[in-house]
Nanobody, 124 residues
Framework: QVQLVESGGGLVQPGGSLRLSCAAS????????IGWFRQAPGKEREGVSC????????SYADSVKGRFAISRDNAENTAYLQMNTLKPEDTAVYYC?????????????????WGQGTQVTVSS
């Protein structure tokens, strides 16, 4: 059974940090590119970041470049999104997604598998 389970969301003050995790099971994780997406109420889903399966390529939306960092641990079947200097406009439900892809990654998609999401709220 394919599963992507996000964790690490919560309430944080502006300027704070959070680290999201995406635990994968049921598919060969090392062969899949991973994307992080977010969706705020009333807004379209945004591709925040992605990381390739094996060649180390990463991509970031301009809105998070320099503040967020994506990484993965293929031995642990887990991907991460380190979020620093958080802003109120980062408030959203964050989702991870996976797609089989030998090289590169895309913040647009398509993606094969999706997690259920984790809420991130940035507020004082």
């Amino acid at each position: 059974q394919v599963q992507l389970v996000e964790s690490g969301g919560g309430l944080v003050q502006p300027g704070g940090s959070l680290r999201l995790s995406c635990a994968a099971s049921g598919f060969p994780f090392p062969y899949y590119a991973i994307g992080w997406f977010r969706q705020a109420p009333g807004k379209e889903r945004e591709g925040v970041s992605c990381i390739s399966s094996s060649d180390g390529m990463t991509s970031y939306a301009d809105s998070v470049k320099g503040r967020f960092a994506i990484s993965r641990d293929n031995a642990e079947n887990t991907a991460y999104l380190q979020m620093n200097t958080l802003k109120p406009e980062d408030t959203a439900v964050y989702y991870c997604a996976a797609v089989v892809r030998l090289a590169g990654c895309s913040r647009v998609g398509p993606y094969d598998y999706w997690g259920q999401g984790t809420q991130v709220t940035v507020s004082s």
